[in-house]
Antibody
Framework: QVQLQESGPGLVKPSGTLSLTCHVSGDSISNYYWTWIRQPPGKELEWIGYAHYSGISNYNPSLKSRLTLSIDRSKNQLSLNLRSVTAADTAMYYC???????????????WGQGTLVTVSA | DIQLTQSPSFLSASVGDRVSITCRASQGLGSYLAWYQQKPGKAPQLLIYLASTLQSGVPSRFSGSGSGTEFTLTISSLQPEDFAIYYCQQVNTYPRTFGQGTKVEIK
């Protein structure tokens, strides 16, 4: 059974860097499109971007200038770094597995439970 | 970016009712659309992918249809555990985008 677990600080100061990791168990991090999504409290979902073990990545243009996504195959985990954060970055952050066409038509078939990050002084 | 508009945004229904949620896209998606269910305090769960393919383990009362710019999620007989928020997501183009959500509540 594939499981994803996000971890990281729950509080980040404005202008600081938001850093999260997502550990994947039950599956190799090779293949698939390991994706981050966020959801501000009471609001809709926002796709952040994905990283692939091959080195390919794709970022939401609205975040691209501040964002780095990476994969550590040795630890079977993915990481998110978002720089120069503001209160607008306060959200529940989820990691998810983006499937292939054959497994789930590129949809997000496994999700972590999410981690709430608040940006505040 | 492709905009997805769900209707209605809020739906009040009774157990046993047949309910449908529509997702309209600002550009054609082919069949590259997914539906998710999110319960309070939980992560979304994949229900339907490629517009009409039921994800493994999802009850058969859920079905999806449509292509191009208009898609529908139907629950044939609403059960107590189905009261949740439903989101569509397009996986045709980057950046991926989600609809604003449809909240299904008990009448």
């Amino acid at each position: 059974q594939v499981q994803l677990q996000e971890s990281g600080p729950g509080l980040v100061k404005p202008s600081g860097t938001l850093s999260l990791t997502c550990h994947v168990s039950g599956d190799s991090i090779s293949n698939y499109y390991w994706t981050w999504i966020r959801q501000p409290p009471g609001k809709e979902l926002e796709w952040i971007g994905y990283a692939h073990y091959s080195g390919i990545s794709n970022y939401n243009p609205s975040l691209k200038s501040r964002l780095t996504l990476s994969i550590d195959r040795s630890k079977n985990q993915l990481s998110l770094n978002l720089r120069s954060v503001t209160a607008a970055d306060t959200a529940m952050y989820y990691c998810a597995r983006g499937g292939t066409f054959d497994t789930s038509g590129y949809s997000l078939d496994y999700w972590g439970q999410g981690t709430l990050v608040t940006v505040s002084a | 970016d492709i905009q997805l508009t769900q209707s209605p945004s809020f739906l009040s229904a009774s157990v046993g009712d047949r309910v449908s949620i529509t997702c309209r896209a600002s550009q054609g998606l082919g069949s590259y659309l997914a539906w998710y269910q999110q319960k309070p305090g939980k992560a979304p769960q994949l229900l339907i992918y490629l517009a009409s393919t039921l994800q493994s383990g999802v009850p058969s009362r859920f079905s999806g249809s449509g292509s191009g710019t208009e898609f529908t999620l139907t629950i044939s007989s609403l059960q107590p555990e189905d009261f949740a928020i439903y989101y569509c997501q397009q996986v045709n183009t980057y950046p991926r985008t989600f609809g604003q959500g449809t909240k299904v509540e008990i009448k």
